[in-house]
């Protein structure tokens, strides 16, 4: 159920719309892609493209399948964020996700990327 929340407000804060912002700040460094799995691409940067899957759904079933949960926290997450695009870009959305983390309000979130 928080993982619907989270995208939900991402969807918000992304698209900006003025009843949903609720005095929230709006991201204006990515736009939508697609709906379904939820995929941003950076406005600025090409190449630059995360996808969000929610737990529960098959998207995230075959998305998990790729992460090594030795790695990670054995509970499931509520969200898998899949990352493409310049490793050394990382920490673009890891710092859009810390910013906006308290309106977010996610209980887990484990972001993929490749390894090639």
Request: hydrophobic fraction near 45%; aromatic fraction near 8%; avoid cysteine.
């Amino acid at each position: 159920m928080r993982g619907k929340r989270f995208l939900s407000v991402l969807q918000i804060l992304i698209l900006g719309r003025p009843s949903g912002l609720k005095g929230r700040s709006l991201i204006k460094s990515w736009k939508r892609k697609a709906r379904n799995p939820f995929t941003l691409v950076h406005t600025t940067i090409k190449g630059l493209r995360i996808q969000f899957f929610r737990s529960g759904t098959a998207a995230f079933n075959r998305a998990k399948n790729e992460v090594d949960w030795d790695l990670v926290d054995p509970a499931e997450p509520d969200v898998l964020v899949a990352f493409e695009g310049p490793l050394a870009r990382l920490e673009i959305v890891v710092g859009m996700m810390a910013r906006h983390a308290e309106d977010l309000r996610i209980g887990g979130l484990v972001i993929l990327f490749p390894t090639r």
